[in-house]
């Protein structure tokens, strides 16, 4: 099976050919976005703060991992003196980088006046890529799952599930994340007990953190989201989680932002509470494309890459189909089966990395944010 696509210097593929300007640094955002309302570029802004130690490598290694997926064409970075930038701009080798230090220009007026002429460039150069027939097995695709109720367990996460094992059986890659979601369900699973027990060492870790700030895991879940929509147990909402990677083992526990090493089935540690902060390590692991699974309706999308939003509810296909790309509540109806809705979705998502807009990306939502280790000093 192949996809048409950018083929990039490194032989990665993007099923988008966007120029990107970056903010790395919370005083050059100003300076992107004033960029972006000029030139036709996507502006991606830091707000959070760096932190120290293991905070900041996680943050350093993400934001360069997400600059170097196969989405962004090429990318300006901007920065404020604080060397973060251009240690970016010196280790990105798979696209053309521009790179301007805002105040070896005077500031914020001058150096978006370089930064708009440099960006100009850049998409003058990317508009001359023309997609190409590529392979199934260049592709990652994320997975996510939030405002789950019943029939995202019944059906949408397992339709997901079929489109993973046909992209996994033609050399390609699922990531999933959030390993808080997989809590009581991993034993069933055919992984290998060496991955099961580093899973369970995150979902550990996430427990304590959690208890920390007087909540856990547990306790917090089903959410009050999920239980309206029918779910009743922890293990209910897990089984259907679970279910997005298909029936391939997991090859592997990913840490947040982390590239994924090979093709097959791999977890990421991302956060279960913030979807965009969530979406933004899928895509710094090296995915294309987004497959969003849920019940009670979502709008966020990313700076970079397509998110298809499924859902197995007819009343949020009803109610929000201005953000909803994909329903399959034909499975639950008996109508369908989960192989047939997955291989209607498998070819839905072919026409989106061909090109096809989401739903997300025609009404611009572009959410983004980077998961935490510590607190704020």
Known sequence: MEFRGYLNADGS???????????????????????????????VTMTNTYGMGEDR?????TLLNFAENPNIASILILDWKRDVGRRMAEKITNKPVEFVDLPDFGGTIGGVARSVE?????????????RQSVPLSKLITGTHCSGTDASTSLC?????GVVSDKVIADGGTSLQGEPSGLFGVLCLDKTSNKVKNKVNQIIDRMEKDAQRIGSSIEKGNPTKTNILGGITTMIEKSLGSISKGGTSPLLGALNYGEKVPGPGNWIMETPGLDGAAHHTGLLAGGAQVILFTTGAGHPIGS???????????????????????????????GKESKEEAGQRLFDFMIEVLNGKLTCAEILGHREFSLARIGSTL
């Not at 593929?13 to 005083?27: E, K, T």
Request: hydrophobic letters at 45%; charged letters at 20%.
């Open 156 to 160: 949408a996460n397992p339709v997901v």
């Open 57 to 61: 490598a996680q943050l350093e290694r």
């Open 303 to 333: 700076p970079i890459a397509p998110t298809i939003k499924i859902t197995g509810n007819p009343k949020t296909w009803a109610d929000f189909r201005s953000h909803t790309d994909f329903e399959c509540f034909s499975v639950i109806e």
């Open 13 to 43: 593929v993007g099923c988008r050919n966007h120029v990107v300007v970056l903010a790395p640094v919370q005083q050059a955002s100003i300076a992107a976005a004033k960029v972006a309302s000029l030139v036709d570029v996507v502006p």
């Open 118 to 130: 440099l960006a100009q460039k850049l998409v003058d150069k990317a508009s001359m890529r023309q």
